[in-house]
């Protein structure tokens, strides 16, 4: 089934390639959400959701490294985007790199405009650090 049809009308509107690369991720039809994810940075080199969604991709395909430097991109290009900051967080604790996830769990927890339930999911995610590699 070619879940592209829809969009082909309008193949340089980034909304409609990012709204497929998502519904093709959350399909579990990685390649192809990939493919549309690249489509959609090929259109708009700058597109921090596609930033994130691809580092999202990578994380969920078990490629951590590549994970990183794609969310930490997209935070380049939009550093109040809170769930790509946790998401980070997240892949960095992984990929066992305890100082710098220690540092983006401490952004998200002092930052003013964080909504109170990434601050908790920042904490508990600090709390979790402390217990694998205390300060």
């Known amino acids: ?5 829809p ?14 690369a998502r519904t093709l991720s959350d399909a579990k039809r990685f390649d192809e959400a990939d493919a549309e994810y690249q489509r959609l940075l090929e259109l708009e080199p700058q597109n921090a959701d596609a930033h ?15 994970a990183a430097a794609q969310l930490a991109r997209g935070l380049d290009l939009q550093p109040r985007h809170h769930a790509a ?3 980070l967080a997240d892949v960095l604790t992984r990929l066992g790199r305890h ?7 401490q952004r998200l927890i002092a930052g003013n405009d964080v909504p109170s339930q990434i601050r908790l999911l920042a904490q508990r995610g600090l709390q979790a650090l402390d217990t694998v590699a205390p300060r």
């Open 99 to 105: 100082p710098q996830a220690r540092v983006e769990y």
């Open 7 to 20: 969009f082909e009308a309008a193949p340089g509107r980034a909304a409609f390639r990012l709204a497929l």
């Open 52 to 66: 994130i969604g691809r580092g999202a991709l990578s994380a969920e395909r078990g490629q951590l490294d590549r």
């Open 85 to 87: 900051r946790i998401y």
């Open 1 to 5: 089934m070619n879940c592209a049809w």
